[in-house]
């Protein structure tokens, strides 16, 4: 590749050598002043190496072109009694601060009250961390690092179960107003289950032996063998036995339908409920399934024993609820000491009744509420004989 440069004016050239650095340097003069340009450092052009260029010389007098090998450069005046010496470039400027000075030069006055918004907000960013991590260092100081780790792991702990829980209010007078059945079940709620209620309060004896027997929700079988014999009573135990049910049998599946409870006659409102409170979406090969997580299942065995407290008078039956559930004691136990409910353990019976009966454990709404401590069970090592 090569570029051609013709000059039409007369204009002296001096060209030197400068060993020590091998480097080269041109100097044109006029008439006014001096100008000096340079093949290195910051001044130099940043030339492709693969173009060639020639300057063409004409002279008038015989009207013919000169064509001679040339370098480009950037040619600077010189001004007589001022040094030449470039600035070396300042490396430690990172590229945001290079940006920001070239907006406070030439940039418009958007751009300089974004850049002086920004800036005052980092100031006030700084003044904040350096404030944090003051009070941060006094606290520490004060409880110690390991205090705080364990108030930090019961926190968490408190929150994960909190976040599971039904409402409560643990300042109520009376034990029914500790865990509000309208939280539960909200009055609109309760008379949409009218009609799958006294199906289930028309339940004969041998109807429901048969769900005990074919492995049906014991909690339900037994609050509707010993429901009252008539009244508000009755029905309202017949719709929280329908809506026991439900919330059992989404425990014990994973992957929810949306058609989940029509067979059973579930109402529109309370379907919706469920779905909305006791499952989270997931995507499965392009399609939204609704799914029951394992939090969830802590979510729906909490409000299942809230629940199951206002159907037995402020009194539920742990063992039963955590069979129906497919929960482990342990974790049914952990749930109910969360609500702050009271643990009753029966009496053991003798010997020759122990066997003909299960030992039942029930949990019971006493006011105030339990507080317990957290317990970090400790695996004992096996014995090496």
């Excluded at 751009?111 to 960013?125: C, D, E, F, I, M």
């Excluded at 019961?154 to 865990?179: F, G, I, M, W």
């Excluded at 010993?226 to 135990?237: K, L, Q, T, V």
């Excluded at 425990?251 to 409170?277: H, M, V, W």
Aim: glycine share 6%; with cysteine.
């Amino acid at each position: 590749m090569m570029g051609f440069l013709f000059l039409h004016a007369q204009v002296v050239l001096f060209g030197f050598l400068c060993v020590s650095c091998f480097s080269s340097a041109e100097v044109a003069e006029s008439n006014r002043l001096s100008y000096v340009g340079q093949n290195f450092g910051a001044g130099s052009l940043k030339c492709n190496s693969l173009c060639k260029y020639y300057v063409g010389v004409l002279n008038k007098q015989t009207m013919q072109m000169e064509v001679h090998n040339a370098v480009l450069f950037n040619m600077q005046p010189v001004i007589p009694g001022e040094t030449s010496t470039t600035k070396p470039q300042d490396t430690s400027q990172s590229y945001r601060d290079k940006v920001d000075l070239l907006i406070e030069t030439f940039g418009t006055n958007k751009q300089k009250r974004a850049l002086a918004s920004r800036r005052l907000n980092q100031v006030g960013s700084n003044a904040l961390q350096t404030a944090v991590a003051k009070a941060a260092t006094s606290v520490i100081e004060k409880k110690g690092l390991e205090a705080l780790q364990q108030e930090v792991i019961q926190t968490e702990s408190q929150e994960t179960l909190a976040s599971h829980l039904p409402p409560c209010n643990p300042n109520a007078s009376k034990r029914e107003d500790v865990y509000p059945f309208d939280e539960l079940l909200s009055p609109v709620e309760l008379a949409a289950l009218e009609q799958p209620g006294s199906k289930m309060a028309a339940l004969t004896k041998e109807e429901l032996q048969k769900m005990r027997d074919e492995g049906g929700s014991l909690s339900v079988v037994k609050h509707l063998e010993s429901m009252p014999s008539e009244g508000e009573a009755r029905e309202r135990i017949a719709r929280c036995a329908f809506y026991l049910s439900l919330l059992l049998k989404l425990a014990s599946q994973k992957s929810i339908p949306r058609k989940f409870g029509y067979d059973e006659g579930c109402p529109r409102i309370i379907q919706n409920k469920l779905f909305r409170t006791f499952t989270v979406e997931s995507f499965n090969n392009g399609r939204v399934q609704n799914i029951v997580s394992t939090s969830m299942r802590a979510k729906l065995a909490a409000y299942s024993l809230a629940l199951l407290l206002h159907m037995g008078h402020m009194t539920a039956d742990l063992s039963l609820l955590h069979r129906d559930l497919g929960l482990t004691e342990a974790k049914m136990t952990e749930i109910a000491k969360s609500m702050g409910l009271s643990l009753i353990k029966p009496a053991r019976a003798k010997w020759d009744e122990a066997a003909l009966s299960d030992e039942h454990r029930q949990a019971t709404v006493v006011l105030p509420l339990v507080k317990y401590d957290k317990f970090v069970e400790r695996r004992k090592r096996k014995k090496m004989h």
